[in-house]
């Protein structure tokens, strides 16, 4: 599984752990929702405030 993560366009490195952790609840998370197939391929977020 591959994340990346980018903060105002900014990409930040992250190292193996942060990335389990992070797309891990994402992932949990958004399968977890009805009507998501467990044969997605791409999950995007766009977080802003």
């Known amino acids: 599984m591959g ?4 903060v105002d366009g900014k990409e930040i ?5 942060v990335e389990k952790i ?3 609840s994402v ?3 958004v ?7 467990e044969d997605w391929k ?5 977080i802003s405030k």
């Open 31 to 37: 399968t977890s929702l009805k009507g998501i197939k």
């Open 22 to 24: 992070i797309s891990g």
């Open 42 to 46: 791409k999950i995007e977020m766009e």
């Open 27 to 29: 992932v949990g998370a």
């Open 13 to 17: 490195p992250l190292n193996e752990f």
């Open 3 to 6: 994340m990346k993560l980018r």
